[in-house]
């Protein structure tokens, strides 16, 4: 019995307890400025890529592709070729016919 004597003890301690709790007055627009708060925070994130907008990235689109076939249009060029297979002999980079290990005769 006198663990139950103690357990109501306990249990009248508790009760106790929450009554002595006060109520606490909250402003009525609490919610409001919080909500306020949360969503003016998510709206001020910065990224890094804010000042690429649309048109620059269609400026550098274009510029890109132009860039892209002009060298498409030297690398084609036979002038090029040329001044790549004589860079290649100076520098013996250019391998001949006579030179390959698996050449069969």
Aim: hydrophobic content about 45%; charged content about 20%; proline content about 2%.
């Amino acid at each position: 019995m006198d663990t139950n004597n103690n357990i109501q003890n306990k249990i009248d301690d508790a009760f106790s307890a929450i009554d002595a709790i006060e109520n606490v007055n909250v402003s009525p627009f609490f919610k409001d400025k919080t909500m306020q708060r949360l969503f003016a925070e998510k709206e001020e994130v910065v990224t890094i890529w804010n000042w690429f907008t649309p048109k620059l990235q269609l400026a550098t689109l274009a510029c890109f592709i132009v860039l892209n076939v002009l060298a498409f249009k030297q690398y084609n060029s036979n002038k090029y070729i040329a001044n790549v297979n004589e860079f290649a002999e100076t520098y013996g980079l250019a391998s001949s016919a006579n030179e390959s290990l698996l050449n069969l005769k």
